[in-house]
């Protein structure tokens, strides 16, 4: 199994990747990971550089790790040496509440984490619970549905009347309501019929582009994911095989063989 990625060639050093990442500005850094689940290390010396409001999107088999590290990012897993920054500062062992709650990083819960019974507006007001002021949170709830008139108009619904594309939208919005700089996002077209990842990824455009938030996504959907994004890493057991810009990857004959059904 291993054999098929040994014509990729030599790994990316942290120079590569620092250049993808090359407007001076980097907002988060992984330096030389090494990090699991209890004693077993998945990701082994793994380097990551992302811009304020660029994307990063992470590729690769199952089981390589890539949603290890959005799970390191934000704090859910045993981290045995390394270090994690934001704009310069470690944040490497901060609690996911820490993360989330004064440093401004999101993980967007997925995968029916919508309450069924409860209203929208009850959905996503749950995604400031974290917050002191709750003030601050109706008033990010007040925004979102200004924004989103199809959540706007079902916010007193309960979520389970959503679309499967609305639903994922009322995910994304709830992690929004912190008024995080950073969106860690783990397949967001799982499970979604074709013309609700559109969509999904349509929001995902506008929330970098017009809201500047910096977005690290996984994405099975490899050709989605690398079109969307303006970095792309191919992660094999743990380890970078690949970096380059999204679009450069979509040319890539290893990247388009391995992972674009080329
Ligand atoms: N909570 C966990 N506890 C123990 N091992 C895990 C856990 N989550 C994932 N793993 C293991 O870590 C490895 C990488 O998994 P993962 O990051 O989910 O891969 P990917 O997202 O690339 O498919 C796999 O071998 C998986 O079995
Ligand atoms: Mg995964």
């Known amino acids: 199994m291993l054999d098929q990625y040994s014509v990729l060639g030599k790994a990316p050093g942290i ?27 998945i990701l082994h010396n ?17 089981g390589a790790g890539k949603s290890t590290i959005l799970h390191s990012i934000y704090g859910f897993t045993s981290i045995f040496s390394g270090k994690i920054e934001i704009d310069g500062k470690d944040i490497t062992n901060l609690t996911p509440a820490e993360k989330l709650k004064n440093v401004g990083i999101a993980y967007i819960l997925q995968d029916n984490s919508v309450f069924p019974d409860m209203t929208v507006e009850e959905n ?16 990010e709830a007040e925004k ?16 389970k009347v959503l679309s499967g594309g609305e639903r994922r939208l009322l995910e ?42 910096t977005i690290i996504l996984v994405e099975q959907n490899a050709k989605k994911g690398l079109e969307f994004a303006d970095i792309g890493y191919v992660l094999v057991s743990g380890e970078t095989a690949i970096a380059g810009k999204g679009d450069d990857l979509l040319s890539n004959p290893d990247v388009g063989r391995l992972f674009l059904g080329g």
């Open 15 to 41: 120079e590569d990747l620092k250049k993808l990442s090359s407007s001076g500005n980097t907002h988060l850094t992984i330096n030389n990971l090494n990090a699991g689940y209890g004693k077993m290390e």
């Open 46 to 62: 793994f380097d990551l550089f992302v811009d304020k409001a660029q994307s990063l999107c992470l590729i690769g088999p199952n």
């Open 124 to 139: 996503l007001l749950m995604g400031g619970y974290i917050k002191d002021k709750t003030d601050e949170s109706y008033e």
């Open 144 to 159: 979102i549905f200004q924004k989103y008139d199809r959540l706007r108009n079902r916010r007193n619904q309960p979520a």
């Open 172 to 213: 994304i919005s709830r992690a929004l309501v912190m008024k995080p700089s950073v969106l860690l996002v783990d397949e967001p077209s799982i499970g979604l019929e074709p013309k609700y990842i559109e969509m999904v990824f349509e929001i995902l455009r506008d929330l970098q582009q017009n809201e500047k938030k």
